[in-house]
């Protein structure tokens, strides 16, 4: 008698509720049409320096910042528009500042790789690979000394996951019982090289483990699993338990930065990504099933998305770039 084949575990994925679909969706896309519109004027040369784009990788800060209160801080590197929009920055002092003009919301002094804003909350924007996690477990710190109810939320990459410094910021989380969640964007290919050829072990939510701090993977291409994996570890670390640590499994459609051509990964690899795994087409088509839009409602979010980048182009084409007199305005000087 033949035998029955083993069922099938069936994960137990959350639903959303409308507001929550829609809401994700308009963030997700306000990122993807914002950085395509900064790759189409780093190619005209209104750009310059070092511009790394966030396309694909959407559903990781938007689920995470879904799972946030008013108060939390955020740091990151230098992947960071994305972060920014989410958060509620204005779109027109991101772009303006791409272009170093005098509106960006570091008056067009940090480009690309250093904006922050201390009123959202937004602490950059780090241009130093891993150079944000201590930074951002000092947030947690201050939080914890002040007695505030905040959390640090800290992104990095899998490539900054091999720095040493990340591991004493880790043992100092864990040891102080720091409002910490570590979130490891695991794109694959760090500058270039892929994590299989960069590190020893490849399951970067372990990183943790010989402190004491827990972590878990989590699908970073659907915003359902990235906002209830966020929830719980935000949870644990407002709650007082400590640090925790959440590997995104995402990926970038881009090269590292503008200047990559990525050529150490086929074009059908990023194919296969785009068209099974895009986080915006797999909220959109659920959207649709569910009844909460349809496909002329979800035009005019996408209208409305694209005026505000046009608007943030425009803006950031035409605004004046900084008086020569800003080169020293907001340096700290030893006595």
């Not at 790394?52 to 946030?68: K, R, S």
């Not at 400590?242 to 881009?254: A, W």
Request: proline share 4%; aromatic share 8%.
């Amino acid at each position: 008698m033949a035998r029955k084949p083993a069922a099938v575990a069936v994960p137990n994925i959350p639903e959303l509720t409308e507001a929550q679909e829609l809401q994700a969706y308009r963030s997700m896309l306000l990122i993807r049409r914002f950085e395509e519109k900064a790759g189409q004027m780093y190619g005209m040369g209104l750009i310059g320096g070092f511009c790394h784009l966030y396309i694909g990788q959407e559903a990781v800060v938007t689920g995470i910042t879904m799972a946030t209160i008013e108060g939390d801080a955020q740091i990151t590197g230098y992947r960071d528009h994305g972060h920014m929009l989410v958060m509620g920055l204005d779109p027109k002092g991101v772009m303006a500042e791409l272009t170093g003009r005098s509106g960006g919301l570091s008056k067009g002094k940090g480009g690309s790789m250093h904006m922050f804003s201390n009123e959202h909350r937004f602490y950059g924007g780090n241009g130093i690979v891993g150079a944000q996690v201590p930074l951002g477990t000092g947030l947690a710190f201050a939080a914890k000394y002040r007695g505030e109810n905040t959390v640090s939320l800290a992104y990095f990459g899998d490539g900054a996951a091999n720095q040493g410094q990340v591991y004493e910021a880790f043992n100092m989380a864990k040891l102080w019982s720091l409002p910490v969640v570590y979130i490891i964007e695991n794109n694959k290919y760090a500058m270039g090289t892929s994590i299989e050829r960069a590190s020893a072990t490849t399951d970067l939510s372990l990183r943790g483990a010989s402190f004491g701090i827990p972590g878990e993977q989590v699908d970073g291409m659907d915003v359902r699993l990235v906002l209830e994996a966020s929830e719980r570890a935000i949870e644990h670390a407002r709650s007082g338990k400590g640090p925790y640590i959440l590997e995104m499994l995402t990926y970038r459609y881009r090269g590292h930065s503008m200047s990559d051509p990525a050529k150490y990964r086929s074009k059908d690899e990023v194919t296969k990504y785009r068209a099974e795994r895009d986080p915006i087409e797999q909220v959109k088509a659920r959207i649709i099933e569910r009844q909460f839009g349809t496909e002329e409602s979800l035009k005019a979010i996408e209208a409305e998305v694209r005026a505000i980048v046009n608007e943030a182009a425009d803006f950031a084409t035409s605004n004046p770039e900084p008086e020569a007199s800003e080169l020293w305005t907001d340096i700290t000087v030893a006595a």
